[in-house]
């Protein structure tokens, strides 16, 4: 049997690469080109009559909704998945409605991408686990756009384990294209496990730190009092990284000691019944604007299992426009692959 060709669209080149690096692990997929925008994914969908188009939808020249109802009738038998950081369940129904097979929030794509291209490629219909509960329609609510008809498959959510056990993580990366986008990002994470009454722990640069005192307190955090209790603490991200860093990599016994001993004397500030401790920050990706990719990647496997182990909530800030030519697509890949989600803003 033949494989499957799959075109790839999105404007942003290192995610691009990252689903396609996802996708030709299986021989039975075949990525046959990829497109950055919207008038040349209806060309291209045209032209080679691809199996599945995996379409982001905020796309320059033409945006994704608007190109997917061209394709439908350009490329009739091509199967559309919506891969999009958009997790509005309102536009995932304009999605289905418009001839999508289905839909993936980017965030989610290292956990459901695989599942949902098999799915669509078998006749179903898939939606993210995210949206568990919302009930969507279809183009012809029951009838795929080529007669066919479409049962639902509903990404699984993740299982819940103990606490403490060694799969269990939630450690994150969040792309920003501007430091308002990184402020917003940040103080949404630390916000919420403060509000919550856990304890958050900050690395970063001093401005980025300066900064994001203000919206804290705008979100109606009242972080006198987390300092004072000692369920907030913000460290320097360069002094930081120098309690840990020898011959210019992370060195994981100094880098377990330091973090384990600060995340165990920060869950003790916390007044919960059982704590948790959140840390967010920009150690490795100041190892990456150094150029130091190997740094930062090693010091991302050893967040992870800091994550593991200790049940830890990780964020991770990189900016977008830092990943730049083949180098930085191949790195953004691996950082994916390091984190169990992945955000965009």
Known sequence: MSPSRVLV???????????????????????????SDGLEAV??????QPDLIVLDIGLPKL??????????????????????????????????????????????????????????????????????GHHFTDASDSQAPDGLYRNEVLAPPAPTLPRMAENTRRHEAQFYSDDASFLDGFTQFIGAALQARNVVIVVATESHRDSLLPRLQTRGVDIAAAIEQGRYISLDVAETLSTFMVNDLPDPVRFLKVVGDLILAAAKAAKAEHPRVAACGECA??????????????????????????????????????????????????????HSAVHSR
């Open 9 to 35: 669209v999105d404007d942003f080149e290192p995610f691009r690469r990252f689903v396609a690096s996802i996708l030709q692990q299986h021989p039975e997929l075949q990525i046959i080109y990829e497109v």
């Open 43 to 48: 060309q291209k969908s045209e032209e080679l």
């Open 63 to 132: 945006n994704g909704i608007e190109a997917a109802q061209q394709i439908r009738e350009l490329s009739p038998n091509s199967r559309i998945l919506f891969v999009s950081q958009e997790s509005s369940a309102d536009l995932v129904q304009r999605a289905l409605s418009v001839g999508a097979w289905g839909y993936v929030v980017k965030a989610d794509a290292g956990n459901e991408l695989l599942t949902a291209v098999n799915t669509v490629l078998r006749g179903e219909r898939f939606v993210g686990s995210r949206f568990a």
């Open 285 to 338: 990706p100041l190892l990456w604007a150094q150029d130091n990719a190997e740094a930062a990647i090693r010091l991302e496997q050893l967040w992870d299992k800091i994550a593991k182990t200790y049940d830890v909530d990780v964020l991770c800030g990189y900016p977008l426009d830092s990943f730049h030519g083949e180098q930085g697509s191949q790195t953004y890949q691996r950082i994916c692959t390091e």
